[in-house]
């Protein structure tokens, strides 16, 4: 019976407040059996993608899905390609995009989460974790299904995008730009993204929310008020969109990254321009569309080969730095897509 050495990371401890890199994760090297059970494939994880909901998964509180066990391998979608199959519906060679976790190898059975890849020229496998992935997706229905971009969107809807340079964040923002052609005020953590967001995805506006003038920058670039606002962030930067959410005004709550090594959560104090504004601020998982995955992938693919959506990619080399990506992420590291490169696609990849 054949074996491979796998490398795993495995959550070792539930951490209280940041991620501590000396207790958090533990690296184990196990033996993974080669054979195969009926249908099931044996893949080799080529990336791995970094998404701060992580942080939510190691917390042993009631979720939109159960928290990572202790001693369990630390969950992830990847990309990752078939070296040996026992189904028919997947060949050796071929790529997948799959929820295996961070390990060097997994052994998978069809699921809904089981999906191929079909890549178009000129496009890499890793984007299929990124725009055309789950924070594309997110991007997506957060702006079409709670913010009701096609209702609102044009040249008189203005849009802020908190975490404008990140993954989800940088796809919202150009949607809302070059799809609905909304003025589109991003926000991130330094100039040098600001100045991204500009010149490169040519939003109106880029403001470092690091800035002293922040909250004075806000107000300035939004002279007719905040129409939708797709927040990724939470914290002071909502309290400040909500100071300027215009009358029925829309709140996208994708994600609050400020929050999530908090241990005492802390709630928005100006929740009261909802009611002034009749104004509505609502929650969603992206997980609840997945029905409409293919028409939402089919759009962004399009629009990836009009030059309506690009993306970056922020590349970490080999798993045992996973942990220290997810950090990053924290600290705002990365420009676009965070990702960890385990192996090489192989042209020869078959046990
Ligand atoms: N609802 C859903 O179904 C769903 C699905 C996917 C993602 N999300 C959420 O969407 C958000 C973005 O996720 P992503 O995967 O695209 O990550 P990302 O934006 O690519 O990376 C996270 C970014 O957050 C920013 N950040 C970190 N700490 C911050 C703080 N204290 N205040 C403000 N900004 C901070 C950093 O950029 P700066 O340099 O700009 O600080 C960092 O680059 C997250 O909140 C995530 O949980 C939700």
């Known amino acids: ?84 199959s026992n189904n028919s519906d997947y060949k050796v060679g071929e790529l997948v995009r799959a929820t295996a976790g961070w390990q060097e190898y997994a052994v998978l059975q ?6 191929k890849i079909k890549a178009f020229p000129g496009v890499s496998p890793s984007t ?97 008020l905040i129409d939708i606002f797709f927040d990724n962030t939470g914290g002071d930067i909502l309290d400040g969109c909500l100071r300027r959410i215009a009358f029925q005004g829309r709140i996208i709550v994708c994600g609050a990254i400020s929050t999530y090594n908090s241990v005492e959560p802390k709630g928005p104090a100006y929740y009261s321009a909802l009611i002034t504004q009749r104004a509505r601020m609502e929650g969603f998982i992206v997980f609840d569309y997945a029905k409409q995955y293919a028409k939402a992938t089919e759009d962004m693919s399009n629009w990836i080969k009009e030059g309506k959506l690009k993306s970056r990619e922020t590349v970490v080399q080999g798993i045992e730095n996973a942990p220290v990506a997810l950090v990053k992420l924290f600290n705002g590291d990365n420009t676009g897509k965070m990702l960890v490169k385990v192996a090489d696609e192989d042209s020869k990849s078959r046990l």
């Open 128 to 224: 299929y974790l990124g725009v055309l992935g789950l924070t594309g997706l997110t991007a997506y229905f957060g702006l079409y299904e709670v913010g009701e971009i096609v209702k609102k969107g044009g040249p008189n809807c203005t849009v802020v995008v908190s975490g404008a340079a990140g993954a989800t964040g940088s796809v919202a923002a150009q949607i809302a730009k070059h799809v609905f052609g909304c003025r589109v005020i991003g926000i991130a953590g330094s100039q040098d993204k600001c100045d991204y967001l500009v010149n490169e995805l040519g939003l109106d506006v880029g403001l470092n929310y690091k800035s002293k003038t922040f909250f004075k920058e806000l107000s300035a670039a939004t002279p007719k």
């Open 110 to 115: 069809p699921s809904d989460d089981l999906v």
């Open 1 to 84: 019976m054949g074996a491979i050495q796998n490398t795993q990371i495995v959550l070792a401890e539930r951490p209280v407040g940041d991620i501590d890199l000396k207790k958090t994760f533990r690296t184990d090297k196990t033996s993974l059996s080669t054979e195969l059970g009926p249908n099931e494939i044996l893949v080799k994880v080529l990336f791995i993608s970094l998404d701060p909901a992580m942080r939510g998964w190691m917390r042993d509180v009631r979720s939109y899905i159960r928290p990572v066990r202790i001693n369990e391998v630390m969950r992830s979608a990847d990309v990752a390609q078939v070296i040996k």
